[in-house]
């Protein structure tokens, strides 16, 4: 799977998040590193919210 993900330089080093995940985020001294990262957190993002839909009933609701 593909996601999109925003990458910041800072003088400390990066900073990376995923706006498809909200919360889902990772920081780190170089690019290569900080992108490692939120491929991780992204991974586990995803087999969490897995875990806990997996008996989920699912409704949908109209807004405004």
């Known amino acids: 799977m593909r996601y999109k ?3 910041k330089k800072s003088d400390e080093g990066y900073a990376v998040w995923c706006p498809a995940l909200p919360g ?3 920081q780190a001294e170089t ?3 900080v992108l490692d990262n ?3 957190a ?3 993002d995803v087999e969490t ?3 806990l839909t997996q008996d989920a009933e699912f409704r949908y ?3 405004g």
């Open 5 to 7: 993900v925003k990458l």
């Open 42 to 44: 992204i991974q586990a």
């Open 24 to 26: 889902c985020w990772s």
């Open 38 to 40: 939120i491929k991780d």
């Open 31 to 33: 690019e290569e590193e």
């Open 49 to 51: 919210l897995e875990e």
């Open 61 to 63: 609701v109209e807004v």
